[in-house]
């Protein structure tokens, strides 16, 4: 069974960074489209970013957060700097076995983490 495994949020000041990790066990990594998607509450979740050949971003995060992915150790990351209040939300990593549809749908992800809390203070 496929497990996603997130970890590196926590709490941190505006103009601050934060890098997070997922970790995928089971599955075939290099072969999976990997995702990072957020959700603030009372509000769905959005893509953020994702990578396999190229990299994706929303534009919200586009020239301060970096996604990247080391197949050797099944792990993808977020790098995210320049944090405001409204990155405030819930991180999730996915990943998509297909190489058809939207990177950015949600609907077309197979596989989920259980999410890190991301807090950013003013």
């Known amino acids: 069974q496929v497990q996603l495994v997130e970890s590196g949020g926590g709490l941190v000041q505006v103009g601050g960074s934060l890098r997070l990790s997922c970790v995928v066990s089971?599955?075939?990594?290099?072969?999976?489209?990997m995702a990072w998607f957020r959700q603030a509450p009372g509000k769905e979740r959005d893509f953020v970013a994702a990578?396999?050949?190229?990299?994706f971003y929303a534009d919200s995060v586009q020239g301060r957060f970096t996604i990247s992915r080391d197949n050797a150790k099944n792990t993808v990351y977020l790098q995210m700097n320049s944090l405001t209040p409204e990155d405030t939300a819930v991180y999730y990593c996915?990943?998509?076995?297909?190489?058809?549809?939207?990177?950015?749908?949600?609907?077309?992800?197979?596989?989920w983490g259980q999410g890190t809390q991301v807090t950013v203070s003013s």
């Open positions: 996915a990943a998509k076995e297909s190489y058809t549809g939207s990177w950015r749908a949600r609907s077309d992800y197979n596989y």
């Open positions: 990578t396999f050949a190229s990299t």
């Open positions: 089971a599955g075939t990594f290099n072969r999976y489209i």
